[in-house]
């Protein structure tokens, strides 16, 4: 941070929490601002605000939490959660059928004896692989839940958590998603398919958040972690990573008006996706939706998608990154992706070059501007066409973002998020 400025950053980081500040001061009730992102356009972005007292609840537990989604009536609610809610409390084994055995699961289907040529497809139900569908279906029942239109659920102090869930957001209106810490689904059953790439690979259900054909969402003042079981400390099976986790953040399907603020991002792998395919059948209802604003955002200890996106108009200002060890990429530009990346800030470690920062899976204009590499101005275009010219990207979304609220220097971006963003910081 250049010298003297350490008291301005004080001074906007109480214009920001003044501005974010609503006049009733409870924070259950705050709606989305006027002008915040994406999520901000048409109608806005009210959650349960209206909720009467009868539809607001406070729940300490998984049954609490899934009843107070699921109770009748298309009226606003409010699910305060206190605690930590986790959804698989009993832990994996209370969720395998019986006769599922991962050790018999190992011993069938290892390289050296069922081979690299074929997949799993068509093993009976009584097969281990049998048995392990059986016991993922039993999980995906249990950790997947539906959010209603017209819904907050919000934390309740610092340290309120929701474990082991994933969140649906599926063809509805109106939700909002704050002051959570959000540990991962830890998938208990990942498939081996051996035709996966060279090696075969473990492959991974459940994303933590999905909004999936919906519209409206703010998620707001969350912290989206593996928590307890990173991919650092898990093991590896037939010589590649037994990989349990998916995505932290999903929008797809047509999904529209999102804004991520004040979150932070850590300790995963594919981190957000905007858009999943770039199939013609997708793309028909994803062109002219998938429109996303992440701003005032920690993404730090992650390998990709921070965001990767494909058709949306997405803006992603005032962010700080912090890449660890095994960083990959940050921005992912995809099929017909309209990025605008400005005044946001990269710490990268010694021999990681901004060239990095961005990369092309398909030809789409993209605008990075005013955005800070370690401290230092830094033409993310041009050094990465610079370094990797086979992958050249072209400069110019082709339009230009209009909701944005308090946009700030990208050299006080990293202090203003590490004073604001995260769990139990929401107002």
């Not at 007292?53 to 939490?65: G, S």
């Not at 990268?348 to 605008?367: E, I, Y």
């Not at 370690?374 to 050249?392: M, Q």
Request: proline content about 6%; glycine content about 10%.
């Amino acid at each position: 941070m250049p010298a003297g400025c350490a008291a301005l950053v004080l001074a906007l980081t109480g214009t920001a929490a003044q501005a974010h500040t609503p006049a009733h001061h409870d924070p259950a009730r705050r709606t989305l601002p006027a002008g915040d992102g994406w999520a901000s356009y048409g109608t806005g972005t009210t959650g349960g605000a209206a909720a009467d007292a009868a539809r607001v609840r406070t729940v300490t537990d998984w049954a609490q939490f899934t009843a107070a989604l699921a109770e009748g009536g298309d009226a606003p609610r409010i699910i305060k959660v206190k605690g930590v809610v986790d959804a698989v409390a009993d832990g994996c084994d209370a969720l395998a059928v019986p006769g599922y055995d991962f050790g018999a699961y190992l011993e069938t289907y290892a390289p050296d004896t069922w081979g690299l040529e074929r997949d799993l497809t068509g093993e009976p139900d009584d097969s281990p692989e049998g048995l392990r569908r059986a016991s993922a279906a039993r999980q995906d029942a249990e950790i997947k839940v539906n959010v209603p239109s017209d819904t907050t659920i919000i934390g309740v102090g610092r340290g309120a958590a929701i474990k082991g869930a994933s969140l649906q957001i599926k063809d509805v209106d109106n939700v909002i998603v704050r002051n959570l810490t959000l540990e991962s689904p830890v998938d208990c059953f990942p498939q081996w398919d051996p035709t996966d790439g060279d090696r075969g690979n473990w492959n991974s259900e459940y994303d933590t958040v999905v909004v999936h054909g919906s519209t409206h969402v703010w998620l707001d003042h969350n912290t989206f972690t593996d928590g307890a079981h990173p991919d650092s400390a898990a093991p590896t099976h037939f010589g590649m990573l037994y990989q349990q986790h998916d995505g932290e953040l999903d929008i797809v399907k047509g999904a529209n008006y999102v804004t991520a603020s004040w979150n932070v991002f850590t300790e995963h792998d594919k981190t957000i996706l905007v858009g999943n395919s770039d199939s013609e059948s997708t793309a028909v209802g994803d062109r002219g939706k998938l429109k996303a604003t992440f701003h005032h955002n920690l993404f730090t200890d992650l390998t990709e998608r921070t965001p990767r996106v494909r058709f949306g108009q997405v803006d992603v200002y005032n962010n700080h990154f912090v890449a660890g060890s095994g960083y990959g990429y940050s921005f992912g530009v995809g099929k017909e992706s309209q990025l605008v990346a400005e005044h946001n800030a990269f710490t990268l470690p010694r021999g990681v070059s901004p060239a990095k920062v961005l990369k092309r899976w398909n030809d789409a204009p993209l605008t990075a501007r005013h955005n800070l590499v370690n401290g230092r101005p830094v033409d993310l275009i041009a050094v990465h066409n610079a370094e990797i010219p086979e992958e050249t990207l072209r400069s110019g979304a082709g339009w230009t973002p209009a909701l944005r609220t308090s946009v700030h220097p990208a050299w006080a971006v990293p202090a203003l998020v590490a004073l604001g963003a995260g769990a139990g910081r929401a107002r």
